[in-house]
């Protein structure tokens, strides 16, 4: 089984600030681990993956995340927010196995003020 | 960029209506999920289907909802009859099957059932 759990429903934060958004993970086998982006009214795109190899993965538009095993921890974070990074942030599990479905978190609404 | 098709992309039926939402995979993929997404329950998985059949359709109300691939590059989410709860935004997303390879995800089909 795996789950996902985003820790914060709401981040707001100033532009130019750092961003950081949440994530803990629960998963029976090695998990590959996701982030997608969803803007109003528009569709899922990936921000970045982590699938075993570097922990600290880099993504588009400036994000990064970090696996810590340890922790199961997968937080996102950027050094500095942008008003178009506005969005709603999904952190998403799935596993290298026969069957393999993605498993959403609830979501992370980011909003980001002059 | 290869994309998931997603048609149509607005759809608003009666209630009692037959609605059949399309789906076309990035050529090669072999693996094709159906979400929806609501305010409610965020993003459920609907439907898995690998190399065109399904693996699981248990997050499907059976008796109204249906899905098929009839060729590898269309799969179809057909509710029948339709009702007002579901009134979503339905994904369609496509992979190669492995999770380190990630999904993409089409845009979207926003049903409106009144």
């Known amino acids: 089984a795996q789950s996902v759990t985003q820790l914060d429903s709401h981040v707001s934060v100033s532009e130019g600030t750092p961003v950081l958004l949440r994530c803990n993970y629960s998963?029976?086998?090695?998990?590959?681990l996701f982030w997608y982006v969803q803007h109003p009214n528009k569709g899922l795109q990936l921000l970045l993956k982590?699938?075993?190899?570097?922990?600290l993965v880099k993504g588009i538009n400036g994000f990064e995340a970090e696996f810590k095993k340890s922790e199961t921890s997968f937080h996102l974070t950027k050094p500095s927010a942008h008003m178009s990074d506005a969005a709603e942030y999904f952190c998403?599990?799935?596993?290298?196995?026969?069957?393999?479905?993605?498993?959403f978190g609830k979501g992370t609404m980011l909003l980001v003020s002059p | 960029d290869a994309r998931v098709t997603q048609t149509p992309r607005h759809k608003v039926t009666e209630m009692g209506q037959e609605v059949t939402m399309r789906c076309q995979p990035i050529?090669?993929?072999?693996?094709v999920f159906w979400y929806r997404q609501t305010m409610m329950q965020g993003l459920e998985l609907l439907a898995y289907?690998?190399?065109?059949?399904?693996?699981?359709d248990s997050g499907m109300p059976k008796d109204r909802f249906s899905a098929e691939m009839p060729d590898a590059t269309l799969a179809t989410l057909k509710i029948q009859p339709s009702e007002p709860r579901d009134s979503a935004v339905y994904f369609c997303?496509?992979?190669?099957?492995?999770?380190?390879?990630?999904?993409?995800f089409g845009s979207g089909t926003r049903l409106t059932v009144v």
């Open positions: 050529l090669g993929h072999n693996t």
């Open positions: 997303a496509s992979g190669r099957g492995q999770p380190n390879y990630g999904y993409t």
């Open positions: 289907f690998r190399n065109r059949a399904p693996l699981d």
């Open positions: 998963s029976s086998y090695s998990p590959s």
């Open positions: 982590y699938t075993s190899a570097a922990t």
């Open positions: 998403v599990v799935s596993v290298a196995s026969g069957y393999s479905t993605l498993t």
